[in-house]
């Protein structure tokens, strides 16, 4: 079975990792041939090339250097792109990841040609209609013929939305990379030694979202509280090209507060399992920070992540600087001797690529109703 996977953000090179791994360790008999097709959409060497280092990903046998524009204009530049490349390869499969423009952009070119698509994390929603993603997901929902779940409440969203063909709850993928990769995360722990850093005594914080990126008003919001956390104890803040450039304009951050390049996969782990706690607007964070029992503070107004925030471990504060104050140091307080458990994977990778391989190969047409295979 040819594949053709379609990444092309940093999220996305994490996610498939594991599962291009899968395809590799099948047995001979199951021939999976997977072309890698790197869209380009993100290019900076700490944003790509870092991650295909470190995930032991292969070299992508196209990449199609699509950078940095509008949505409108980098979706169309890549659909445009994937057409001729899949018109040359005619893969059996599209696989895609996620919820960015790269994903949607997969989608599309895939099914203008009649490829069925499969889809990893999908059922994701955040029912807000003005995130890009959400609009990516919901399209790529639509469009695919294999849908991995990664939790019951997405397989939940995909039944709402009459999608239950093709649906099979996996478990996350991004659970069996932090799995896989924490060990030699620890061999990266001279990093806290390096920033003068001690475990459980510093802040870790991101912000790349556009709802607060593109709001000057929610990113000085959310720089005056992560100012204020500041003055009390070492709040790092790996930053992405997108929000450095939203940043030059604020108030000066106080001393405490440290602005540092984008980090590898590796180098973000090892900072996020010894954070005493952790303010994201990713998603991918909020997660982590859960299966590392790290708590979080999300700087959104809602997440596709309920499960996170059970018992607290996660708490929506916005771009509220009153309430990103107010519940960081209700963490700090409620968690501060909570112990740290190992991360487990949830061997999602290996029930993708055993669906794949069960797949009827018009399953973009006839996708089984299968939901029930669980991590
Ligand atoms: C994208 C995804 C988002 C994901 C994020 C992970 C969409 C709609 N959004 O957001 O879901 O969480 O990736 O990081 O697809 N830039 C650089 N160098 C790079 C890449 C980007 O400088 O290597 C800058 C450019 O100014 C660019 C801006 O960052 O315009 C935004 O990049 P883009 O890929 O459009 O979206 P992200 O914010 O990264």
Known sequence: MKIATVIGARPQFIKSAPVSRALRAAKAEEKFDEVLIHTGQHYDHEMSQVFFDELGLAVPRYNLGIG?????????????ALDKVLVSESPDCVLIYGDTNSTLAGALAASKLNIPVAHVEAGLRSFNRRMPEEINRIVADHISGLLFAPTHAAVKNLRDEGITNGVHLVGDVMQDALAEHMVVAETKSHLLADLGLTSRKYILATVHRAENTDVPERLANIVTALNALARECPVIWPVHPRTLKCLREMEKPSPGLRLISPLSYLEMLTLERHAEIILTDSGGIQKEARWLDVPCVTLRDETEWKETLKDEWNRLAGADSEMILE?????????QDHSRSSVKSAHAAELIVRALHGADPTFQLYGEDSVGASA
Do not use: V, Y
Request: proline share 0%; glycine share 10%.
């Open 327 to 335: 519940f960081s140091k209700a963490a700090r307080r409620k968690f």
């Open 68 to 80: 940095s524009a509008s949505h409108g204009q980098q979706t169309g530049q890549m659909l445009a």
